[in-house]
Protein backbone atom coordinates (compact mmCIF):
# COMPACT_ATOMS: atom_id res chain seq x y z
CA UNK A 1 0.00 0.00 0.00
CA UNK A 2 1.36 3.44 -0.52
CA UNK A 3 0.37 6.78 1.04
CA UNK A 4 0.75 10.33 0.33
CA UNK A 5 0.47 13.95 2.00
CA UNK A 6 0.49 16.98 1.30
CA UNK A 7 -0.75 19.98 3.44
CA UNK A 8 -2.80 22.61 1.08
CA UNK A 9 -2.36 26.50 2.58
CA UNK A 10 -4.58 29.61 2.59
CA UNK A 11 -5.01 33.03 4.23
CA UNK A 12 -8.40 34.60 2.72
CA UNK A 13 -8.99 38.37 2.81
CA UNK A 14 -12.30 38.22 4.05
CA UNK A 15 -13.83 36.00 7.10
CA UNK A 16 -15.57 33.82 4.85
CA UNK A 17 -14.82 32.11 1.97
CA UNK A 18 -14.83 29.24 -0.35
CA UNK A 19 -12.63 28.08 -2.76
CA UNK A 20 -12.45 25.20 -5.45
CA UNK A 21 -9.76 23.36 -4.90
CA UNK A 22 -10.17 20.41 -6.62
CA UNK A 23 -7.24 21.45 -9.25
CA UNK A 24 -4.65 21.09 -6.18
CA UNK A 25 -6.50 17.88 -5.32
CA UNK A 26 -5.69 16.66 -8.94
CA UNK A 27 -2.50 17.64 -8.80
CA UNK A 28 -1.66 15.95 -5.52
CA UNK A 29 -2.96 12.67 -6.94
CA UNK A 30 -0.83 12.75 -9.77
CA UNK A 31 1.97 13.39 -7.25
CA UNK A 32 1.19 10.44 -5.13
CA UNK A 33 1.61 7.66 -7.96
CA UNK A 34 -2.08 6.09 -6.58
CA UNK A 35 -4.21 4.80 -9.15
CA UNK A 36 -6.64 3.02 -7.02
CA UNK A 37 -7.67 4.11 -3.58
CA UNK A 38 -9.08 6.90 -1.15
CA UNK A 39 -8.29 10.46 -1.01
CA UNK A 40 -8.91 12.28 2.24
CA UNK A 41 -9.06 15.68 2.35
CA UNK A 42 -9.85 17.58 5.79
CA UNK A 43 -9.80 21.04 6.85
CA UNK A 44 -7.13 20.59 9.86
CA UNK A 45 -8.91 23.68 11.70
CA UNK A 46 -12.27 23.84 13.41
CA UNK A 47 -13.60 27.15 12.05
CA UNK A 48 -13.32 25.64 8.40
CA UNK A 49 -14.81 22.86 6.28
CA UNK A 50 -13.94 20.91 3.25
CA UNK A 51 -17.24 20.22 1.04
CA UNK A 52 -18.01 19.02 -1.76
CA UNK A 53 -20.98 20.72 -4.40
CA UNK A 54 -21.05 22.75 -7.22
CA UNK A 55 -18.98 25.92 -8.69
CA UNK A 56 -21.66 28.21 -9.18
CA UNK A 57 -21.24 31.87 -7.70
CA UNK A 58 -25.51 31.94 -6.87
CA UNK A 59 -24.89 29.10 -5.01
CA UNK A 60 -22.46 30.19 -3.31
CA UNK A 61 -24.12 32.90 -2.28
CA UNK A 62 -27.23 31.18 -1.33
CA UNK A 63 -25.20 29.06 1.06
CA UNK A 64 -23.68 32.48 2.71
CA UNK A 65 -27.00 33.98 3.28
CA UNK A 66 -28.16 30.25 4.47
CA UNK A 67 -25.56 29.80 7.24
CA UNK A 68 -25.84 32.88 8.49
CA UNK A 69 -29.75 31.96 9.33
CA UNK A 70 -28.42 29.05 10.52
CA UNK A 71 -25.99 30.15 12.66
CA UNK A 72 -25.74 33.97 12.70
CA UNK A 73 -22.12 35.67 13.36
CA UNK A 74 -23.65 38.65 15.59
CA UNK A 75 -24.11 40.09 17.63
CA UNK A 76 -21.07 37.55 19.49
CA UNK A 77 -22.32 37.85 22.87
CA UNK A 78 -25.46 35.37 21.83
CA UNK A 79 -22.69 32.42 22.21
CA UNK A 80 -20.68 31.02 25.10
CA UNK A 81 -17.57 30.21 23.42
CA UNK A 82 -17.46 34.19 22.49
CA UNK A 83 -15.10 35.46 25.51
CA UNK A 84 -11.84 35.47 24.26
CA UNK A 85 -12.93 34.46 20.78
CA UNK A 86 -15.06 35.87 18.55
CA UNK A 87 -15.95 32.64 16.25
CA UNK A 88 -18.46 30.73 17.63
CA UNK A 89 -20.37 30.95 14.17
CA UNK A 90 -17.66 29.85 12.39
CA UNK A 91 -17.41 26.40 14.28
CA UNK A 92 -21.49 25.77 13.83
CA UNK A 93 -21.13 26.74 10.31
CA UNK A 94 -18.33 24.20 9.49
CA UNK A 95 -20.28 21.50 11.63
CA UNK A 96 -22.79 21.57 8.97
CA UNK A 97 -20.84 22.31 5.61
CA UNK A 98 -18.79 19.37 7.25
CA UNK A 99 -14.96 18.93 8.04
CA UNK A 100 -13.82 15.99 5.31
CA UNK A 101 -14.60 14.48 2.80
CA UNK A 102 -13.60 10.72 1.23
CA UNK A 103 -12.95 10.78 -2.44
CA UNK A 104 -12.48 7.23 -4.71
CA UNK A 105 -9.62 7.15 -6.65
CA UNK A 106 -9.96 5.13 -10.06
CA UNK A 107 -7.47 4.34 -12.62
CA UNK A 108 -5.46 7.46 -11.83
CA UNK A 109 -8.60 10.19 -11.22
CA UNK A 110 -10.85 11.05 -8.66
CA UNK A 111 -13.69 9.33 -9.52
CA UNK A 112 -16.10 12.36 -9.62
CA UNK A 113 -20.19 12.78 -10.83
CA UNK A 114 -20.33 15.49 -13.40
CA UNK A 115 -20.59 18.37 -11.27
CA UNK A 116 -18.71 17.33 -8.16
CA UNK A 117 -16.02 20.09 -7.19
CA UNK A 118 -13.62 19.98 -3.81
CA UNK A 119 -14.19 23.21 -1.74
CA UNK A 120 -12.10 24.87 1.04
CA UNK A 121 -14.92 27.10 3.02
CA UNK A 122 -13.39 29.26 5.58
CA UNK A 123 -15.47 30.51 8.30
CA UNK A 124 -12.78 32.64 10.21
CA UNK A 125 -10.55 33.31 7.83
CA UNK A 126 -7.86 36.18 7.47
CA UNK A 127 -5.10 34.42 8.78
CA UNK A 128 -3.00 30.98 7.71
CA UNK A 129 -4.78 28.00 7.30
CA UNK A 130 -4.50 24.32 6.43
CA UNK A 131 -6.20 21.38 4.14
CA UNK A 132 -4.51 17.74 4.66
CA UNK A 133 -4.53 15.71 1.20
CA UNK A 134 -4.22 12.22 2.72
CA UNK A 135 -4.14 9.42 -0.63
CA UNK A 136 -3.65 5.78 0.74
CA UNK A 137 -3.96 3.05 -2.32
CA UNK A 138 -1.86 1.64 -5.00
CA UNK B 1 -4.56 -3.61 -1.58
CA UNK B 2 -8.17 -4.91 -3.52
CA UNK B 3 -10.27 -2.73 -4.86
CA UNK B 4 -13.71 -2.35 -6.32
CA UNK B 5 -16.22 -0.27 -7.92
CA UNK B 6 -19.99 0.16 -8.82
CA UNK B 7 -22.19 2.13 -9.85
CA UNK B 8 -26.01 1.63 -8.63
CA UNK B 9 -28.40 4.06 -10.66
CA UNK B 10 -31.54 5.11 -9.33
CA UNK B 11 -34.79 7.20 -11.14
CA UNK B 12 -37.00 8.12 -8.63
CA UNK B 13 -41.12 9.27 -9.29
CA UNK B 14 -40.84 11.96 -6.94
CA UNK B 15 -38.40 15.24 -6.65
CA UNK B 16 -37.68 13.91 -3.23
CA UNK B 17 -37.13 10.00 -1.65
CA UNK B 18 -35.18 8.30 0.86
CA UNK B 19 -34.16 5.13 -0.82
CA UNK B 20 -32.79 1.78 1.52
CA UNK B 21 -29.73 0.87 -0.52
CA UNK B 22 -28.30 -1.72 2.35
CA UNK B 23 -28.99 -4.83 0.36
CA UNK B 24 -27.03 -3.19 -2.83
CA UNK B 25 -24.35 -2.24 -0.97
CA UNK B 26 -23.85 -6.09 0.91
CA UNK B 27 -24.25 -7.33 -2.84
CA UNK B 28 -21.42 -4.48 -3.86
CA UNK B 29 -19.46 -6.32 -1.00
CA UNK B 30 -19.73 -9.98 -1.48
CA UNK B 31 -18.61 -9.23 -5.14
CA UNK B 32 -15.77 -7.37 -4.00
CA UNK B 33 -14.18 -10.56 -2.00
CA UNK B 34 -13.15 -8.22 0.16
CA UNK B 35 -13.13 -9.16 3.74
CA UNK B 36 -10.68 -6.13 5.94
CA UNK B 37 -11.22 -2.70 4.76
CA UNK B 38 -13.36 0.60 3.94
CA UNK B 39 -16.30 0.95 2.14
CA UNK B 40 -17.09 4.49 0.34
CA UNK B 41 -20.77 4.87 -0.44
CA UNK B 42 -21.19 8.42 -1.76
CA UNK B 43 -23.47 10.35 -4.11
CA UNK B 44 -21.96 11.39 -7.22
CA UNK B 45 -25.03 14.18 -8.23
CA UNK B 46 -24.59 16.92 -5.86
CA UNK B 47 -28.43 17.55 -4.97
CA UNK B 48 -28.48 14.13 -3.52
CA UNK B 49 -27.72 12.04 -0.56
CA UNK B 50 -26.15 8.91 0.81
CA UNK B 51 -26.52 8.63 4.83
CA UNK B 52 -26.79 6.26 7.22
CA UNK B 53 -30.12 6.07 10.12
CA UNK B 54 -33.13 4.65 10.39
CA UNK B 55 -35.24 2.44 8.26
CA UNK B 56 -38.17 3.81 9.41
CA UNK B 57 -41.38 5.81 7.99
CA UNK B 58 -42.29 8.11 10.95
CA UNK B 59 -38.86 9.26 10.86
CA UNK B 60 -38.50 9.73 7.09
CA UNK B 61 -41.34 11.84 7.17
CA UNK B 62 -39.60 14.05 10.20
CA UNK B 63 -36.64 14.37 7.54
CA UNK B 64 -39.27 15.85 5.02
CA UNK B 65 -40.61 18.32 7.26
CA UNK B 66 -37.51 19.12 9.39
CA UNK B 67 -35.16 19.78 6.12
CA UNK B 68 -38.62 21.95 4.36
CA UNK B 69 -38.04 23.96 7.14
CA UNK B 70 -34.51 24.29 7.35
CA UNK B 71 -34.32 24.34 3.79
CA UNK B 72 -37.37 25.58 1.98
CA UNK B 73 -37.81 24.69 -1.63
CA UNK B 74 -39.96 27.31 -2.36
CA UNK B 75 -40.88 29.67 -3.32
CA UNK B 76 -37.79 29.44 -6.00
CA UNK B 77 -36.90 33.14 -5.93
CA UNK B 78 -35.63 33.21 -3.02
CA UNK B 79 -32.75 31.63 -4.02
CA UNK B 80 -29.90 33.45 -6.33
CA UNK B 81 -28.94 29.88 -7.52
CA UNK B 82 -32.63 29.41 -9.00
CA UNK B 83 -31.66 31.27 -12.49
CA UNK B 84 -31.62 28.59 -14.58
CA UNK B 85 -32.26 26.04 -12.38
CA UNK B 86 -35.09 25.27 -9.36
CA UNK B 87 -33.11 23.22 -7.20
CA UNK B 88 -31.13 25.47 -4.54
CA UNK B 89 -33.11 23.68 -2.19
CA UNK B 90 -32.08 20.51 -2.99
CA UNK B 91 -28.14 21.09 -2.45
CA UNK B 92 -28.58 22.65 0.78
CA UNK B 93 -31.12 19.31 2.11
CA UNK B 94 -28.11 17.12 0.94
CA UNK B 95 -25.18 19.37 2.49
CA UNK B 96 -27.51 19.00 5.93
CA UNK B 97 -27.91 14.65 5.36
CA UNK B 98 -24.02 14.47 4.01
CA UNK B 99 -22.38 13.62 0.69
CA UNK B 100 -21.10 10.10 2.00
CA UNK B 101 -20.76 7.62 4.03
CA UNK B 102 -17.65 5.16 5.50
CA UNK B 103 -18.25 2.25 6.65
CA UNK B 104 -15.89 -0.85 8.07
CA UNK B 105 -15.90 -3.95 6.51
CA UNK B 106 -15.18 -6.56 9.45
CA UNK B 107 -14.87 -10.41 8.29
CA UNK B 108 -16.45 -9.73 5.07
CA UNK B 109 -19.87 -7.97 6.25
CA UNK B 110 -20.63 -4.14 6.95
CA UNK B 111 -20.00 -3.72 10.56
CA UNK B 112 -22.89 -1.97 11.70
CA UNK B 113 -24.49 -1.85 14.97
CA UNK B 114 -28.38 -3.15 15.37
CA UNK B 115 -29.92 -0.32 13.30
CA UNK B 116 -28.10 1.33 10.86
CA UNK B 117 -28.87 1.43 7.30
CA UNK B 118 -27.57 2.65 4.11
CA UNK B 119 -30.06 5.36 2.23
CA UNK B 120 -30.19 7.57 -0.83
CA UNK B 121 -31.26 10.75 0.06
CA UNK B 122 -32.73 12.43 -3.32
CA UNK B 123 -33.79 15.62 -3.41
CA UNK B 124 -34.28 16.27 -7.01
CA UNK B 125 -34.79 13.43 -8.83
CA UNK B 126 -37.74 12.58 -11.47
CA UNK B 127 -34.01 11.39 -13.61
CA UNK B 128 -31.36 9.26 -13.51
CA UNK B 129 -28.68 9.75 -11.29
CA UNK B 130 -25.89 7.24 -9.71
CA UNK B 131 -23.99 7.06 -6.58
CA UNK B 132 -20.90 5.34 -5.95
CA UNK B 133 -19.67 2.31 -4.25
CA UNK B 134 -15.99 1.79 -3.93
CA UNK B 135 -14.35 -1.00 -2.03
CA UNK B 136 -10.83 -1.17 -0.57
CA UNK B 137 -9.02 -3.47 1.56
CA UNK B 138 -7.84 -7.41 2.14
CA UNK C 1 -1.86 -4.12 4.50
CA UNK C 2 -3.14 -4.54 8.23
CA UNK C 3 -6.47 -4.14 9.98
CA UNK C 4 -7.44 -3.26 13.09
CA UNK C 5 -11.00 -3.14 14.77
CA UNK C 6 -12.17 -2.12 18.31
CA UNK C 7 -15.49 -0.81 20.18
CA UNK C 8 -15.58 2.03 23.32
CA UNK C 9 -18.81 1.72 24.58
CA UNK C 10 -20.43 4.80 26.64
CA UNK C 11 -23.72 4.93 29.12
CA UNK C 12 -24.03 8.73 29.76
CA UNK C 13 -25.87 10.05 32.67
CA UNK C 14 -27.90 12.49 31.37
CA UNK C 15 -29.83 12.39 27.40
CA UNK C 16 -27.03 14.77 26.09
CA UNK C 17 -23.20 14.61 26.48
CA UNK C 18 -20.56 15.38 24.81
CA UNK C 19 -17.40 13.31 25.38
CA UNK C 20 -13.34 13.87 24.14
CA UNK C 21 -12.32 10.41 23.06
CA UNK C 22 -9.19 11.71 21.25
CA UNK C 23 -7.26 9.61 23.90
CA UNK C 24 -8.78 6.22 23.27
CA UNK C 25 -8.49 6.78 19.95
CA UNK C 26 -4.87 7.04 20.36
CA UNK C 27 -4.32 3.85 22.37
CA UNK C 28 -6.49 2.16 19.59
CA UNK C 29 -3.55 3.57 16.93
CA UNK C 30 -0.73 2.72 18.96
CA UNK C 31 -2.07 -1.17 19.38
CA UNK C 32 -2.60 -1.26 15.67
CA UNK C 33 0.67 -1.15 14.88
CA UNK C 34 -0.04 1.27 12.25
CA UNK C 35 1.60 3.99 11.28
CA UNK C 36 0.28 4.88 7.57
CA UNK C 37 -3.45 4.59 6.66
CA UNK C 38 -6.78 5.69 7.75
CA UNK C 39 -8.91 5.79 11.03
CA UNK C 40 -12.55 5.63 10.61
CA UNK C 41 -14.12 6.64 14.02
CA UNK C 42 -18.18 5.78 13.86
CA UNK C 43 -21.05 5.87 15.87
CA UNK C 44 -22.40 2.00 16.03
CA UNK C 45 -25.84 4.07 16.68
CA UNK C 46 -28.44 6.03 15.20
CA UNK C 47 -28.81 8.49 17.75
CA UNK C 48 -25.43 9.38 18.51
CA UNK C 49 -22.29 11.12 16.74
CA UNK C 50 -18.71 10.79 16.30
CA UNK C 51 -17.14 14.45 14.72
CA UNK C 52 -14.33 16.75 15.67
CA UNK C 53 -13.65 19.96 17.01
CA UNK C 54 -12.74 22.12 19.72
CA UNK C 55 -12.66 20.44 23.45
CA UNK C 56 -14.15 24.15 25.02
CA UNK C 57 -16.97 24.11 27.20
CA UNK C 58 -18.21 27.06 26.28
CA UNK C 59 -18.61 25.68 22.72
CA UNK C 60 -20.32 22.63 23.88
CA UNK C 61 -22.94 24.94 25.49
CA UNK C 62 -23.89 26.92 22.45
CA UNK C 63 -24.23 23.46 20.79
CA UNK C 64 -26.82 22.52 23.47
CA UNK C 65 -28.32 25.40 22.35
CA UNK C 66 -28.15 25.59 18.91
CA UNK C 67 -29.42 21.90 17.98
CA UNK C 68 -32.09 22.36 20.64
CA UNK C 69 -33.25 25.59 18.35
CA UNK C 70 -32.77 23.32 14.89
CA UNK C 71 -34.18 20.35 16.62
CA UNK C 72 -36.00 20.98 19.33
CA UNK C 73 -36.35 17.26 22.12
CA UNK C 74 -40.05 18.68 22.86
CA UNK C 75 -42.46 18.43 22.48
CA UNK C 76 -42.84 15.03 21.85
CA UNK C 77 -45.48 15.04 19.73
CA UNK C 78 -43.71 16.98 16.83
CA UNK C 79 -42.50 13.84 15.29
CA UNK C 80 -44.23 11.25 13.63
CA UNK C 81 -41.30 8.99 14.78
CA UNK C 82 -42.22 9.67 18.31
CA UNK C 83 -45.10 7.05 18.83
CA UNK C 84 -43.30 4.31 20.49
CA UNK C 85 -40.07 6.25 20.80
CA UNK C 86 -39.38 9.82 22.22
CA UNK C 87 -36.00 10.21 21.03
CA UNK C 88 -36.52 11.63 17.26
CA UNK C 89 -34.77 15.04 17.74
CA UNK C 90 -31.63 12.78 18.35
CA UNK C 91 -31.79 11.37 15.40
CA UNK C 92 -32.29 14.86 13.82
CA UNK C 93 -29.28 16.25 15.87
CA UNK C 94 -27.03 13.25 14.63
CA UNK C 95 -27.55 14.20 11.32
CA UNK C 96 -26.63 17.81 11.65
CA UNK C 97 -23.34 16.85 13.63
CA UNK C 98 -22.86 13.63 11.92
CA UNK C 99 -22.18 10.05 11.86
CA UNK C 100 -18.06 9.45 11.44
CA UNK C 101 -14.87 11.14 10.86
CA UNK C 102 -12.11 9.53 9.18
CA UNK C 103 -8.46 10.91 10.17
CA UNK C 104 -5.48 10.00 8.66
CA UNK C 105 -2.65 8.14 10.07
CA UNK C 106 1.02 9.57 9.60
CA UNK C 107 4.33 8.68 11.14
CA UNK C 108 1.70 6.67 13.47
CA UNK C 109 -0.30 9.53 14.93
CA UNK C 110 -3.11 11.08 14.26
CA UNK C 111 -2.36 13.29 11.64
CA UNK C 112 -4.29 16.48 13.25
CA UNK C 113 -4.25 19.82 13.11
CA UNK C 114 -3.67 22.16 16.80
CA UNK C 115 -7.08 22.07 18.29
CA UNK C 116 -8.78 18.79 15.81
CA UNK C 117 -10.16 16.71 19.29
CA UNK C 118 -12.35 13.66 18.23
CA UNK C 119 -15.63 14.01 20.06
CA UNK C 120 -18.28 11.13 21.14
CA UNK C 121 -21.57 13.59 20.74
CA UNK C 122 -24.97 11.65 22.44
CA UNK C 123 -27.87 12.37 21.98
CA UNK C 124 -30.37 9.75 23.46
CA UNK C 125 -28.49 8.55 26.33
CA UNK C 126 -28.96 6.89 29.95
CA UNK C 127 -27.97 3.64 27.95
CA UNK C 128 -25.04 1.42 26.80
CA UNK C 129 -23.89 2.51 23.54
CA UNK C 130 -20.85 1.63 21.09
CA UNK C 131 -18.21 4.22 18.78
CA UNK C 132 -16.46 1.93 15.99
CA UNK C 133 -13.00 2.70 15.80
CA UNK C 134 -11.38 0.65 12.75
CA UNK C 135 -8.08 0.87 10.92
CA UNK C 136 -6.46 0.17 7.90
CA UNK C 137 -3.19 0.69 6.52
CA UNK C 138 0.61 -0.43 6.56
Redesign the interface.
Known amino acids: ?1 K ?1 Y ?1 KELWFETRTRRQLINITPEVETCLRESGIT ?3 V ?1 C ?5 TASV ?4 D ?4 H ?3 ET ?1 LET ?2 PEKPYSR ?5 YEDN ?1 DA ?2 K ?11 V ?1 EGKL ?6 RIFYGEFDGKRRK ?1 V ?1 V ?1 I ?3
Do not use: C
Open positions: MSREGLLNAMHIFINDEPGLSDYWLAYNHNTAHLRTVMGREVVVATDFGPWERLKIGD
